[in-house]
């Protein structure tokens, strides 16, 4: 099966706890991407990558880290120093082409609950 | 700069009525455009896209967009609406490589 993967579905953290995100893909694509959503609003880019070993903070990277070792593999870590990090967090991947813009594919997605 | 708004944010039909999602962008540029859906606590799903071709295009389940660069329109219709339907569905709008604009998002339910 080709596609996006991520782990764990949900995720519970404490407050002051670091944690991190997986995101997997098996679809041979050069960029990958993370995103927030949070309740009735769209989503919001944290961080993206568009080639191995190279990564761009997004609209929102605060509080966020990521790394990318593999073209398979990106990673995010919610650190204690993000204020509010109770959210949906989805994971995207696209070809990297010459396209004008490259279609994204979506994981299936990570809710983070901090208690 | 792109910005995208979406001029409902929940849609309420009847099964086998029309649907119409309503979408409206600004960007300086020619730019690409999408329409996701998303059921509940799952992923973004690619409904259809826009990229200069026709104006009409046609995705899947039925679904449809016009692309009107008058009205800076792009919005998301469906003849028949079947419960299966009922989701959240996003309007994107990227004028740059990879970059994406999401809406805020139109709920739509869909009544037996």
């Known amino acids: 099966d080709g596609g996006i993967t991520q782990s764990p579905k949900y995720l519970f953290r404490k407050e002051g706890q670091n944690v991190t995100l997986s995101c997997e893909q098996n679809?041979?694509?050069?960029?990958m991407y993370w995103y927030r959503q949070d309740p009735g609003q769209g989503l919001r880019l944290i961080y993206y990558?568009?080639?191995?070993?190279?990564?761009q903070k997004g609209d929102i990277a605060e509080g966020y880290s990521v790394s990318r070792e593999k073209k398979e593999s990106f990673p995010l870590t919610v650190t204690s120093a993000q204020k509010n990090p109770t959210a949906f967090y989805l994971c995207?991947?696209?070809?990297?082409?010459?396209?004008?813009?490259?279609?994204?594919?979506f994981g299936p997605g990570t809710r983070l609950t901090v208690l | 700069a792109q910005s995208v708004t979406q001029l409902d944010s929940h849609v309420s039909v009847s099964e086998g009525t029309p649907v119409l999602l309503r979408c409206n962008y600004s960007?300086?540029?020619?730019?690409?455009l999408f329409w996701y859906v998303q059921h509940p606590n799952k992923g973004l799903q690619l409904l259809l896209k826009?990229?200069?071709?026709?104006?009409l295009v046609k995705g899947i389940n039925g679904f449809e967009a016009e692309f009107k660069k008058s009205e800076t329109s792009f919005h998301l219709t469906k003849p028949s609406a079947h419960m299966s339907d009922a989701a959240e569905y996003f309007c994107?709008?990227?004028?740059?490589?990879?970059?994406?604009?999401f809406g805020g998002g139109t709920r739509l339910m869909v009544k037996p």
């Open positions: 995207a991947s696209s070809m990297n082409s010459q396209e004008l813009t490259d279609t994204q594919y």
């Open positions: 679809l041979n694509h050069d960029a």
């Open positions: 990558s568009q080639i191995v070993n190279d990564f």
């Open positions: 960007s300086s540029y020619s730019p690409s």
């Open positions: 826009y990229t200069s071709a026709a104006t």
């Open positions: 994107v709008v990227s004028e740059r490589s990879n970059m994406l604009t």
